[in-house]
């Protein structure tokens, strides 16, 4: 069964740097076959997508609002894939998921996503 696990999350300061951590089990394709996706959901708000990385890693895309201060980055070969967030602002606080998209190319929407992790919490605060 496909499983993913986020890990990494935490309280950091404003200005501050996490990285969160996705590690995959249970593919029925290779893991490289898979687009893996960073969304995020804060109390009251929708779902949105922060960062996208193709199955091979050669493409990756950004929300607007995370854009200079994100990078998405996998290691196929531990079938791991990492989100290093830099100059966190307090609106950067959420619960982090993961998800992989049985497709090597990304989307922007959470419905192609098919498999998701059980999310980590981050909290920018002062």
């Known amino acids: 069964q496909l499983q993913l696990v986020e890990s990494g999350g935490g309280l950091v300061q404003p200005g501050g740097s996490l990285r969160l951590s996705c590690a995959a089990s249970?593919?029925?394709?290779?893991?490289?076959?898979?687009?893996i996706g960073w969304f995020r959901q804060a109390p009251g708000k929708e779902r949105e997508g922060v960062s996208c990385?193709?199955?091979?890693?050669?493409?990756?895309n950004y929300a607007d609002s995370v854009k200079g201060r994100f990078t998405i980055s996998r290691d196929n070969a531990k079938k791991m894939v990492y989100l290093q967030m830099n100059s966190l602002k307090p609106e950067d606080t959420a619960v982090y998921y993961c998800?992989?998209?049985?497709?090597?190319?990304?989307?922007?929407?959470?419905?192609?996503?098919?498999?998701w992790g059980q999310g980590t919490q981050v909290t920018v605060s002062s």
């Open positions: 998800a992989a998209r049985r497709w090597p190319a990304c989307a922007v929407s959470a419905g192609d996503f098919g498999s």
């Open positions: 990385i193709s199955s091979r890693g050669g493409s990756t």
């Open positions: 249970g593919f029925t394709l290779p893991y490289y076959a898979y687009a």
